[in-house]
Structure formats: structure tokens, C-alpha cells
């Protein structure tokens, strides 16, 4: 078990890491809003711990609370120029958003160390990332039936009928981004603290591509979705680089293409029936069976 | 006044090959719905199959560049049919076609890497075009010249087939319904993969013209223009392929006048924020129209 745990450390760090990354986006997913906007977010939180560390040699706690606080401010003052577009629009226009992250890195200079990036003195260890893992989830798994958790999932699911039922969609949506940046800022101080050293393509496209990729396939309709999809996106290909070398990356393509195809809902589905006698409480209504569509 | 004009030239130059990647990328966004995260894959692999045909089998540059462009072209065919059907058949949404992409660019991104082990080379400066000649009293590289050939070849060809042929108006069916069109006695499937293989040569054409271009070809090739030639689609109006060579020529001039009168660094920074300035204040782009905003939608 000690050999484990040295052998597979850092792989369930970074793999905690993503998890925080994947929840946030699963938040805003949760309302409706598909975004990979949390690789900004990650951006502000880890440049920002990496400046508080190194002209301030401030520690882990003040950190975190900073790159929770800039991330929902920024992603507060971002949802009014965001959320006023129509989805597919929004999801494009947050790709953008990454995009220019990247520029702003490399032209802060002062800041964010530009083009060479930044050092930062590691200050997480195992337990935090999980302990952070673990609080958010009881967050979750608090406000999913709440009377906000309910609004959300309406609003996801047909937004005209959550506003004629009193819900105000824009609201929802604005806070649950919001919420979404105040996770990915977290996320950014704890990959920073990992990696223990950032740059402009730290918080990049991949970073965006993975947090998405992982959320969409542990699964969108439940919050233990992120944290299983993270754990096999980051986590497997990590095994199996140390069995076989070299094919992990072509490995990890192929399975999200095949979980994707054969499990559209993802790994982690409440609708499925083996988590109904489980938890044994009403689910999602099913939608209207799609007619087949050959395009 | 030249160097204004010289520039203006070499961005053009350099616009044609976002221009064409644009035109490629939307023609699977605006007829298939996918928003293809592994465009630029196939941009690269045609760059790949013209380095190894010129380079190591000895092939004359012309007849690389056809192969290349079909090797592009089945690699998307094949794509859409494994990743992007099954979704398409179950009436799924842009998300989940988003996701299986992602995956087909991380297996096509890590297995260009693989069979060129991380090297840049560029293609044997015997066999491809170089040189450059007096054009109006500028320089025009040879090169340059085959790029901005391939935007007018690719811009009006593509136009003219999407808006003056039967097989055009069964493309333009099938992205605004594929029910309706299979309707109206319009092949689906067929109709899919000859969409898929146009997109997917389009885009091995910008790789090759991209590798001719900067003399680089590396695992990374169709990256940048995969970012760019977004960009062209968004600021173009995207299901137009007038807007998209216009967005994409924008862009090259915007590039290379901002590195020259203010900076190198600042190039990114005006395409990406065009970008994000079209996508939030302008989302229909130049030419688009609300109508064609309503075929992704579906």
C-alpha cells in the first residue's frame, strides 16, 4: 500500500486538481450554461497565488481565499457581457475568452512572469485538494434539492418554462457562473501549488478541452459526474503509461470517443436504474423520445 | 506607402491561409453542426503526407499536394463516420459531437507526434515552390502566390458548388434539416460524406499551404490554424463562405499590419478580441444572417 501511494501520488493530486476544474464547469452546467470559461478563471486564481507567493510569502489559506474571491468577481463581471448570448454562441464565446487569456498572460509581464511564466512554492499537499474536493461536493449535494438546485435543473432543462414558473433564468444562470469561477479560481491556486510552476499555456485550450472533456464524461446530471470523469481522464492514462509507454495518449482519445458514442449521458447517470434503487428518490423526468434522426 | 502596400500583401497572403482553413471548419460547423476541436488535425496530417511524399519518396510537389488534400479528406470521412454519426443518428446537440472531437484530436494530435517524433522539417526546398518574383512593384514569394491561388480556387469553387449545383443545394438541405432533405428525395448519408470529405480536404489544403508558407511542418501545424480559422468563421458570419474568406483575409492584414506598426506580441491579441468582440456584439458576423444562426441551433 506505502509503494502505491508513491507510485500514484501526484497522479490523484492532479486528478483532484482536474475534479475541481470539472465542478466548476459542471456548475454552470448545471443551469444550462455550457462553459470552458474555467480555464480563465483557473488563470486568475493561479497567477494570482503565484504573485501573493512570491512577493508576499503568503500562505495556502490566504491564497485560496483570493483566487476564490477574483474568480467570482471576474466571472460576475463576465456573465453580463456572456450570458445575453444563445448557447452555442456562449460556449464559442467563452473559447474566445480562453484564447485571449493566453495574451493577457504573455502582456502582463509584471504579473504573470510573461512568455517564461512563473515559479510558485508548493504549499498543498493530498489532504487539502481533497478536503477542497470534498467540500464543494457537500455543497452540491446540499443545494441539489434546495429550492436554488431545483431552479437551476429547471432552467437547464426548458428555460421558458422555468420563467413562466416564477424563476428568473438570467439570475440562475448569472450565479451559477459566478459560482462556477469562484470553484475554477480554487482549482487555479491548487494546480498552480502542483505544478509549481505556471505559464501562458498552463491555462490554455487543453486545460478547457480536459475540465469539459471530464465533466461531459463522468457524466452532466450529478455532481459525483466531474470527479469520476477527472479521475479517468487524468487517473487511467497515468496507469497505463506505467505498464505501457507512449499509447496512454492515443488510449485516452479513443475511450472518451467510445464512453461518448455508447454512453451519451456519461459515466455517472441518475437516471439509470441502478442508481434509482439506490437513491430511491424522483429523478430527472425522462424528455421526449427524440425522433431518429439520420443526418 | 511600399512598405504599407508590401504589408497589406503579405497579410492577404497570409489571410488566404486562415481563409481557406475558415472555409473548411465551416462548412462542417453550418452543414454538419460540429464545432470540430480536430479540424486542425487534419490540416497537419495533410502537411504530413506531403513532407513524407516529397521528402522521402521523391514525389514531385504538385502531385503531393492532390494526395495530401484526398488523405485529408477520407481522414474526415472516416472521422465523422466513427465519432460524429452515431451521435448525429441519436439527434444529438453540438455538446456531445464537441466531445467525441475532442477526443479525435487528442488520438490525431498524439499520433502526429508520434510518427514525426516531435521534429520540425519542412518540405525539400528542391521539389516545393519558392522564390519570389515583382508583382506590381512588389514582392510576391511563390509560395504566397500558391496560397492566395488555393483561397480563390477553394472560395469560389466552394460557393459556386454550394449555391449553383444540385449536390450544393442537397448540402445546404441537409444542415438546414436532414428529415426534410431525406424527404425531398435528398441521399443523407451521401450526402454527409461528401460534405465531410470537402471540409476535410479544405482544411489538408490550408495545412500544406500553412507548411509551404512558414517552411515549418511539425505535429503542430494545424493548431494555430485551427484557432485562427475559427476566429474567420466567427468574424466571416459562419454557413457563408464569402464572409468566411473576407474574415479570414481581415485577420491576416490585421495580423501583420499590427506587428508591424505596433507589436509582434499584440497579433494574437487582435484576432482574439475581433473574435470575442464579433461573438458578443455581432454574433451573426459580417454576411451571416439570423437564418443560418437557426441551423446550429437545431
Known amino acids: 500500500m506505502g509503494g502505491f501511494w508513491d507510485q500514484y501520488r501526484s497522479v490523484v493530486e492532479f486528478a483532484m486538481a482536474n475534479a475541481l476544474f470539472a465542478l466548476g464547469s459542471w456548475i454552470a452546467m448545471w443551469a444550462g450554461v455550457f462553459s470552458m470559461a474555467g480555464a480563465t478563471f483557473g488563470a486568475v486564481g493561479g497567477f494570482s497565488a503565484a504573485y501573493l507567493d512570491l512577493h508576499m510569502g503568503a500562505g495556502i489559506v490566504v491564497q485560496l481565499l483570493v483566487g476564490a474571491g477574483l474568480g467570482l468577481g471576474v466571472a460576475a463581471l463576465l456573465s453580463v457581457l456572456l450570458l445575453k448570448l444563445e448557447s452555442h454562441w456562449m460556449a464559442m464565446a467563452t473559447v474566445a475568452l480562453v484564447l485571449i487569456t493566453r495574451v493577457v498572460v504573455l502582456s502582463a509581464e509584471e504579473y504573470t512572469g510573461g512568455s517564461v511564466g512563473t515559479g510558485v512554492t508548493r504549499r498543498v499537499d493530498l489532504v487539502t485538494v ?15 434539492r434546495s429550492r436554488y438546485g431545483m431552479a437551476a435543473h429547471a432552467v437547464r432543462e426548458d428555460a421558458a418554462v422555468a420563467a413562466a414558473l416564477g424563476v428568473n433564468p438570467f439570475t440562475v444562470r448569472a450565479v451559477a457562473f459566478a459560482a462556477s469561477g469562484l470553484v475554477a479560481g480554487v482549482a487555479g491556486v491548487v494546480l498552480a501549488n502542483l505544478l509549481q510552476y505556471i505559464g501562458p499555456d498552463t491555462f490554455f485550450i487543453t486545460l478547457a478541452f480536459t475540465m469539459v472533456a471530464a465533466m461531459v464524461l463522468g457524466g452532466t446530471y450529478h455532481w459525483a459526474g466531474p470527479i469520476v470523469g477527472a479521475i479517468v481522464f487524468v487517473g487511467l492514462p497515468e496507469v497505463v503509461r506505467s505498464y505501457v509507454d507512449g499509447v496512454d495518449e492515443l488510449m485516452t482519445g479513443a475511450l472518451l470517443v467510445l ?6 449521458r456519461g459515466l455517472i447517470d441518475p437516471r439509470r436504474q441502478w442508481f434509482r434503487r439506490r437513491a430511491s428518490q424522483p429523478v430527472a423526468q425522462e424528455p421526449a423520445p427524440q425522433p431518429e434522426v439520420v443526418r | 506607402m511600399d512598405v504599407l502596400a508590401q504589408q497589406i500583401l503579405n497579410g492577404l497572403a497570409l489571410g488566404s491561409v486562415y481563409a481557406v482553413f475558415g472555409v473548411g471548419f465551416g462548412l462542417m460547423l453550418a452543414t454538419l453542426g460540429v464545432l470540430n476541436a480536430a479540424h486542425g488535425t487534419f490540416a497537419t496530417w495533410g502537411a504530413l503526407t ?47 459531437a464537441l466531445i467525441t472531437s475532442i477526443g479525435v484530436w487528442i488520438f490525431l494530435l498524439a499520433a502526429a507526434r508520434m510518427v514525426t517524433g516531435a521534429t520540425t522539417s519542412r518540405y525539400s526546398p528542391d521539389a516545393a515552390p519558392s522564390g ?27 460557393h459556386t458548388l454550394l449555391h449553383r449545383t444540385r449536390v450544393g443545394a442537397a448540402m445546404r438541405a441537409v444542415g438546414h434539416s ?33 507548411g509551404l508558407n512558414t517552411s515549418t511542418v511539425n505535429f503542430m501545424l494545424g493548431e494555430a490554424l485551427l484557432l ?9 458570419g459562419f454557413g457563408d463562405v464569402r464572409g468566411t474568406v473576407v474574415g479570414g483575409l481581415l485577420i491576416g492584414v490585421a495580423e501583420v499590419l499590427t506587428a508591424q506598426y505596433v507589436s509582434g506580441s499584440l497579433r ?31
Open chain 2, 228 to 236: 485562427k480559422g475559427f476566429a474567420a468563421v466567427i468574424i466571416g
Open chain 1, 130 to 144: 481533497i478536503a477542497l474536493v470534498a467540500l464543494v461536493c457537500y455543497a452540491l449535494a446540499r443545494l441539489r
Open chain 2, 268 to 298: 494574437d491579441a487582435v484576432t482574439f478580441g475581433l473574435l470575442l468582440a464579433f461573438l458578443v456584439f455581432r454574433p451573426r458576423g459580417l454576411f451571416g444572417s439570423a437564418a443560418s444562426m437557426q441551423t446550429v441551433r437545431a
Open chain 1, 259 to 264: 464512453i461518448m458514442v455508447f454512453m451519451p
Open chain 2, 132 to 158: 519570389s518574383f515583382d508583382f506590381l512593384g512588389l514582392t510576391l514569394g511563390r509560395t504566397q502566390l500558391v496560397s492566395l491561388l488555393a483561397v480563390a480556387v477553394v472560395g469560389v469553387g466552394l
Open chain 2, 178 to 210: 436532414p428529415m426534410a432533405a431525406s424527404l425531398g428525395g435528398v441521399n443523407p448519408v451521401l450526402v454527409v460524406a461528401v460534405t465531410a470529405f470537402l471540409s476535410g480536404a479544405v482544411a489538408g489544403l490550408a495545412g500544406i499551404t500553412m
Open chain 2, 50 to 96: 506531403v513532407l513524407y511524399l516529397v521528402n522521402d519518396v521523391g514525389l514531385g510537389f504538385w502531385p503531393a499536394l492532390v494526395l495530401g488534400v484526398l488523405v485529408s479528406g477520407v481522414m474526415a470521412v472516416i472521422v465523422d463516420f466513427v465519432a460524429f454519426q452515431p451521435i448525429r443518428r441519436r439527434g444529438g446537440d453540438l455538446l456531445p
